[in-house]
């Protein structure tokens, strides 16, 4: 069997050039992978730790730029955080309330994380300016959703149409608590009301119509909040002011990162990968379940809790993948892992239907409309719909000129797609993955046979 070619070459422009090559007679993955640290986590561990009294030590954070930029905002507003690096980060927290006007922009980058629960913070400095911004993605991104129930609460805010779209400007004042019902399921949307909640007297509720990522309500109770949950009817209260005192946060592999090996374990004949120290916290485990569904032979091992978050190593073999119906309340559970679950898809005998996931068309790219047109440029067969997908499986790829439109999960699923494609795949502007893992294509080298 020859080998696979895998290069990734610098442009003129700066963006990256991945040329993946599969050898006439296909190959395998096998290895043991260590994913990096959670970046839904890890941008939390900065903010409770800025925010809070006391140190936050800060195991296994994220190194992508994402948290980058959420670090060097704080670090704007006058906390202290030490060399970012995944074995140990220091952060000195400055107190709830006592973010410092910084002299400049805040700029989130990429990050829709870093930029919505930020808003929720700096709209509760009272007597205190801010402004914000992102790249050309978050620039496009809608920011109301955020900005109206912060304005319920007596934030001013204000933006270009309409006050929904970065930069935004944010004048801090004394908020009063509101009762948020919240019309998308959207942990970014919670977190930041809970957050302008937390220095806001009395108590702030958010109900969502299906449950999001829990990270927030986790971690803000170890930080010491008065937080309480009603599952029953996916509601989440604060009650302010609180008192946050620093933390030892340990942070899980990201199960979103594990995704692009748990789909490519499972199409790529003849492989078998271990995915190690994987966060499966069942706010975010619907990939799994989606997989399952699908036939996939997969294994949690090792089953344990580390720092309040669950934990499992993975393993995954190849195996025949059938069709799957996905929508309701699984989609806020894996709404990252959708573009590589369309790739497992194109692999799956029949047609799987993903429904109810319109939150696609507003993340770093309309992932819908880019993961159809870059999949269907394959050969698959791909249709939009409104809100989701539909995908015919079993029609071979061949290899081609693709782009990630400079979204990290749209560059990552369509590297893993090239690897079951015949011929040679191109994907431009492949550096898009460091968002969220920088070390994606040294891992993808070292596991393919
Ligand atoms: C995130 C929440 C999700 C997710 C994003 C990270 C978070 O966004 O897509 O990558 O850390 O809270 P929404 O809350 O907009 O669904």
Same mark, same amino acid.
């Given at each position: 069997m020859s080998a696979a070619v895998i290069t990734l070459e610098k442009q003129k422009d700066l963006s990256d050039k991945l040329v993946i090559q599969r050898p006439p007679f296909g190959l395998s993955l096998q290895g043991r992978i260590r994913i990096p640290g959670d970046k839904s986590i890890s941008h939390r561990a900065l903010m409770l730790g800025a925010i809070a009294q006391g140190e936050t030590e800060i195991q296994g954070l994220l190194l992508g730029e994402d948290p980058r930029s959420t670090a060097s905002c704080f670090q704007a507003m006058g906390a202290e955080i030490s060399e970012l690096n995944t074995e140990l980060v220091?952060?000195?927290?400055?107190?709830?309330?006592?973010?410092?006007?910084?002299?400049?922009v805040l700029?989130?980058?990429?990050?829709?994380? /870093?930029?919505?629960?930020?808003?929720?913070?700096? #709209?509760?400095?009272? &007597?205190?300016?801010?402004? %914000?911004? +992102? @790249?050309? =993605?978050?620039?496009?991104?809608?920011?109301?959703?955020v900005v109206k129930p912060l304005q319920q609460m007596g934030a001013q805010i204000w933006g270009r149409k309409g006050n929904s779209l970065a930069p935004l400007a944010i004048a801090g004042q004394a908020l009063k608590p509101i009762h948020y019902h919240s019309p998308i399921a959207s942990a970014q949307v919670k977190?930041?009301?809970?957050?302008?909640?937390?220095?806001?007297?009395?108590?702030?509720?958010?109900?969502?119509?299906?449950?999001?990522?829990?990270?927030?309500?986790?971690?803000?109770?170890?930080?010491?909040?008065?937080?309480?949950?009603?599952?029953? /009817?996916?509601?989440?209260?604060?009650?302010?002011? #609180?008192?946050?005192? &620093?933390?030892?946060?340990? %942070?899980? +592999? @990201?199960? =979103?990162?594990?995704?692009?090996?748990?789909?490519?374990?499972?199409?790529?004949?003849?492989?078998?990968?271990v995915v190690e120290n994987v966060g499966v916290n069942p706010t975010r485990t619907g990939i799994l379940e989606a997989l399952e569904l699908m036939g996939a032979d997969i294994q949690l091992e090792n089953q344990r809790e580390v720092a309040g978050e669950p934990v499992a190593d993975i393993r995954v073999r190849s195996s025949n993948l059938k069709?799957?119906?996905?929508?309701?309340?699984?989609?806020?559970?894996?709404?990252?892992?959708?573009?590589?679950l369309a790739?497992?898809?194109?692999?799956?005998?029949?047609? /799987?239907?993903?429904?109810?996931?319109?939150?696609?068309?507003?993340?770093?790219?309309?992932?819908?409309? %880019?993961?159809?047109?870059?999949?269907?440029?394959?050969?698959?067969?791909?249709?939009?719909?409104?809100d989701g997908m539909e995908i015919t499986g079993g029609t071979p790829l061949v290899g081609t000129d693709v782009d990630s439109h400079t979204d990290h999960r749209i560059a990552m699923s369509l590297a893993i797609a090239a690897l079951v494609a015949n011929g040679v795949t191109t994907i431009h502007r492949a550096e898009a993955a460091a968002i969220s893992y920088p070390s994606f294509f040294q891992t993808l080298t070292a596991i393919v046979n």
């Open positions: 220091r952060v000195k927290g400055i107190g709830l309330g006592n973010l410092q006007e910084p002299v400049d700029n989130a980058g990429n990050s829709g994380t /870093t930029l919505r629960l930020m808003l929720g913070l700096l #709209a509760s400095h009272a &007597g205190r300016f801010f402004t %914000v911004t +992102g @790249d050309n =993605s978050l620039r496009s991104r809608p920011m109301s959703r977190s930041c009301i809970l957050l302008a909640g937390l220095a806001t007297a009395g108590k702030t509720t958010v109900t969502e119509p299906a449950l999001s990522r829990d990270h927030s309500e986790r971690m803000l109770r170890a930080f010491g909040a008065e937080l309480s949950v009603d599952p029953e /009817t996916n509601s989440v209260t604060v009650t302010g002011p #609180a008192q946050l005192f &620093g933390q030892k946060v340990v %942070v899980p +592999g @990201d199960i =979103s990162s594990a995704a692009f090996w748990l789909v490519a374990g499972a199409i790529v004949p003849g492989s078998e990968l069709s799957c119906t996905i929508a309701g309340d699984i989609i806020p559970r894996m709404i990252d892992e959708i573009p590589i790739v497992a898809a194109v692999f799956a005998q029949g047609t /799987t239907i993903i429904r109810d996931a319109a939150e696609l068309r507003v993340k770093e790219s309309d992932r819908i409309t %880019v993961m159809a047109q870059q999949l269907n440029k394959m050969g698959a067969k791909v249709s939009e719909l409104p």
